[in-house]
């Protein structure tokens, strides 16, 4: 039996005040539909009505572990536990909060959970909760109070790894170096610990004591050429056997790099751009290589693409720019301008830069379109047409063309080629969503290239009887 019929049975038993009945009908289906929130809700309110109230508990507990966001669940705990258990009402009413966005105010009550228990499981359930919500709401340092009380009570591999982000959050190194440190002593076995730890070493210029915690090839090998010992780092890299691995290539490219023998580090870095060609790395890298062999338009450039995988706009934009304004007739970076603009919004600068990729690539769709596109929206649809026209010449497979060359010519009064522009548009996509709407305007269209002759011809007419009338 499906759940929308054992749940209509028990409502038409609850319509006719059977109660127990629907309850028992209800009960017999628990192990099978306790995962369902709606199932839940019904057998515990029928439980509250009974006055079962230790069973309507477990219900409305089982409810928010399916559905977190059951405001009715939370409600009816807090009405259950504000006589029964002070640590649960606590907790649950912090919990209410944050579901009403109130994460500010479910801090005092996390306080009040802990102060209202001496479970040292329930201790360290309430303190990790307030930590959580003293990062949700910027207060870092509190958070990593409480992350430090809780591994007082329990080691936890997990509150070493979240003490160490908060302090790189905080740009506190030296403190993520240190408590990464306490925590390799704890779970000497744990691999992710030691690697992070060896990352950090990394950073901060110490590569014996990052090779003392590398466990895998790959951070020794880094670790190696970071320290100016590629002999030992080549041999390394020879032994793997992860040609289809782009940290492979990556760490092949530093070598090379510190050997500077450019093209084949620039050759390792294509073949992990092959791998993973949404990398950041990838791109910082090439920057770095056009840095050492004096090309700046190209180490900008290059640069940009790498913020921009960061999805970091203003810095991409920032670094084009730049490398425009080295080589100014260079396409590759007016080209990115105008991908970050037409993100943005910004038809000033598209319309400049357009304008400017249309000098070096005359042909370019993308330019003709952009820039009949903007001038269709400032109302100057005689200078869209012309870049809609060089447009078709070249390309007629973008039908959005049509359409907008359409509403140009009409706004034109050019109604004949209007409707022209729209039937090549409806042609060339028939399933679009804006099939009724264009021929709607075709069917309108028609009968008025009549209708215009006529009242032309109407007015010359009237000219001349009024001529012959003097």
């Known amino acids: 039996m499906s759940t929308n019929s054992i749940l209509a049975q028990a409502q038409m038993l609850t319509d006719q005040e059977q109660y127990e009945k629907a309850y028992e009908l209800l009960l017999k289906s628990y192990e099978n539909l306790k995962t369902e929130a709606e199932f839940l809700e019904k057998i515990a309110m029928l439980a509250k009505t009974l006055e079962k109230h230790d069973e309507a508990a477990t219900y409305w507990e089982e409810l928010v572990k399916v559905d977190p966001n059951s405001m009715v669940g939370y409600s009816e ?7 029964t258990n002070k640590y649960k009402y606590y907790l649950t009413r912090a919990k209410y909060k944050i579901l009403n966005q109130k994460v500010t105010q479910s801090i005092d009550d996390y306080k009040k959970a802990l102060s ?86 990394m950073k901060e210029g110490q590569f014996e004591k990052a090779l003392e915690y590398a466990k895998t090839d790959y951070t020794k090998i880094k670790a190696y050429l970071m320290k100016g010992d590629n002999d030992t780092a080549f041999k390394l890299l020879n032994n793997l056997d992860l040609k ?13 790099f510190n050997k500077k023998e450019w093209e084949k580090c620039k050759e390792n870095i294509n073949k992990f751009r092959e791998l993973e060609p949404q990398n950041p790395l990838v791109y910082q890298m ?46 590759e970076a007016i080209k990115e301008i105008i991908k970050i603009n037409e993100t943005t919004g910004d038809s000033t600068s598209l319309m400049e830069f357009y304008e400017k990729l249309i000098r070096q690539e005359p042909d370019n769709l993308t330019a003709l379109k952009g820039l009949g596109d903007i001038y269709a929206n400032m109302y100057e649809f005689k200078i869209a047409l012309e870049y809609y026209n060089k447009f078709t010449k070249i390309s007629d497979n973008n039908y959005e063309v049509y359409k907008q060359m359409g509403f140009c010519y009409e706004k034109l009064k050019d109604i004949s080629r209007a409707k022209e522009c729209y039937e090549k548009y409806l042609a060339k996509a028939p399933l679009s969503p804006d099939t009724e709407k264009i021929k709607e305007k075709i069917n ?17 007419i009237d000219k001349i009887m009024k001529l012959f009338g003097k």
């Open 77 to 83: 705990l807090l009405d259950i536990y504000l006589n």
């Open 116 to 201: 209202s228990t001496t479970e040292e499981e329930e201790i360290i359930n309430a303190r990790f909760l307030l930590a959580k919500s003293y990062e949700f709401t910027g207060k870092i340092q509190n958070a990593i109070d409480e992350y430090y009380r809780i591994i007082e009570h329990k080691d936890d591999m997990a509150i070493y790894y979240k003490l160490a982000d908060l302090y790189i959050e905080m740009n506190d190194i030296y403190s993520a170096i240190n408590i990464l440190d306490r925590g390799v002593k704890a779970f000497p076995q744990v691999i992710e610990l030691n690697e992070y730890l060896a990352k950090l070493y």
């Open 244 to 256: 289809n691995n782009g940290n492979y290539y990556a760490l092949m490219a530093e070598y090379y």
């Open 286 to 331: 090439l920057a770095l290589v056009h840095e050492e062999n004096n090309d700046i338009y190209g180490y900008h450039y290059y640069m940009g693409r790498c913020y921009s995988y960061k999805h970091d706009y203003e810095l991409a934009q920032a670094e084009y720019l730049h490398a425009h304004r080295i080589e100014p007739d260079r396409a």
């Open 444 to 460: 309108k269209m028609t009968p008025s290239l009549g209708s215009v002759d006529s009242e032309m011809e109407e007015g010359f």
